[in-house]
């Protein structure tokens, strides 16, 4: 597919549990974001990755979050624990690395914590 | 204080005319860009336009123009020409540095296009 991809695309879980969310980002971006769009809000930076560089962590909001990245290919992020204020939209974004400024975000996936 | 403020949370515009998005930023870094993504309603955010902290001419890209009033810290979005398709969120972001990483976000303004 030529765009971001995202799966699931929805999430419904227990408060508890853990899931995984992940992200395709567009062949050939080196560089891959997660941000959280809570209902009606603006979007939240969680984690960064580009190339084989260490991620930039500092959005993440506790240390239930994790995200992993394999080489310049899939990302996954993983909450652990989910608490119902995790509840949100999660976005990924990619870019290029010589235009890291542009970033192409996938359609999101929808944490539901019940 | 808020990196990114958007103080219209909802704006209505006739089909046809222009309307104006407001942004305003707050950094000290000299070297920063500033974005407007489109989120209509399935969820997915569009990339619009981007603005250089260093660049002179305003960015326009098709029906979008973005006026920069750096002195002011002000980055409007302007669409011109609205289409029915307009209607959705805009985001004003920012990103700090030199470097690129994260984007700062505003709460966003939902914009309604009438016939």
């Known amino acids: 597919g030529a765009g971001v991809s995202q799966s699931p695309s929805n999430k419904v879980t227990e408060k508890g549990k853990d899931v995984e969310l992940r992200c395709d980002p567009i062949?050939?971006?080196?560089?891959l974001y997660w941000y959280r769009q809570r209902l009606g809000q603006g979007l939240e930076f969680l984690i960064y990755f580009q190339g084989n560089s260490a991620p930039d962590k500092s959005g993440l909001p506790s240390d239930r979050f994790s995200a992993e990245r394999t080489g310049e290919s899939v990302s996954t992020l993983t909450i652990q624990r989910t608490q119902q204020e995790d509840s949100a939209v999660y976005l990924c974004?990619?870019?290029?690395?010589?235009?890291?400024?542009?970033?192409?975000f996938g359609p999101g996936t929808r944490l539901t914590v019940t | 204080a808020q990196k990114i403020t958007q103080t219209q949370p909802g704006m209505f515009v006739q089909e046809k005319e222009a309307v104006t998005l407001d942004c305003t930023y707050d950094t000290s870094d000299q070297s920063y860009g500033l974005f407007w993504y489109k989120q209509p309603s399935s969820g997915e955010m569009i990339f619009l336009i981007y603005?250089?902290?260093?660049?002179?001419q305003n960015a326009t890209e098709g029906r979008y123009s973005l006026n920069f009033q750096k002195a002011r810290k002000s980055a409007n979005l302007v669409i011109s020409a609205s289409q029915l398709g307009d209607s959705a969120m805009y985001f004003c972001?920012?990103?700090?540095?030199?470097?690129?990483?994260?984007?700062?976000f505003g709460t966003g303004t939902r914009l309604q296009v009438t016939l």
């Open positions: 062949s050939g971006h080196t560089a």
């Open positions: 603005q250089g902290s260093y660049d002179e």
């Open positions: 972001a920012m990103r700090e540095g030199g470097t690129a990483s994260k984007l700062t």
């Open positions: 974004a990619s870019s290029l690395a010589y235009r890291l400024a542009e970033q192409y």
